[in-house]
């Protein structure tokens, strides 16, 4: 073999080298944007699941307060609007619950996917 085609196989071999290294420096750029992206969904929905249950917190609150306040109808009337209010907040908390195990068990996987794909690397 030449000394001109043993450059050509290194160039080539550098060339290759070189665009897997871009392409692992932009899969990992867009990793980190997506788990930055995921983290702060997580913690939305998070914030979102307390702000519900502090709304709950208050309205059985306010319910149990008032109930001593109120006549019989009125205090039947009362239960049943908090009582509607709980069940949409609970399945409210349930659909937030959902989406967080969902995108939990995304990010496992992600993972999982990750560091398969960095032990088939080395």
Do not use: C, G
Not at 11 to 29: F, I, P
Not at 35 to 40: D, G, L, P, Q, S
Not at 47 to 52: G, M, Y
Request: proline residues 1%.
């Amino acid at each position: 073999m030449k000394y001109s085609d043993h450059a050509n196989l290194i160039e080539t071999a550098l060339e290759a080298l070189k665009s897997q290294q871009l392409r692992l420096k932009v899969q990992r750029r867009r990793m980190v944007r997506w788990r930055h992206r995921r983290k702060e969904t997580l913690a939305t929905i998070r914030d979102e699941i307390q702000r519900l249950e502090n709304v709950l917190e208050q309205l059985l609150y306010k319910a149990q307060t008032t109930l001593h306040q109120l006549s019989p109808e009125s205090t039947s009337v009362a239960l049943y609007r908090v009582t509607i209010e709980r069940a949409a907040l609970h399945r409210e908390i349930l659909q937030l619950q959902d989406a967080i195990t969902r995108h939990l068990e995304i990010e496992t996987k992600l993972k999982r996917e990750t560091d398969q794909f960095r032990r088939e690397l080395h």
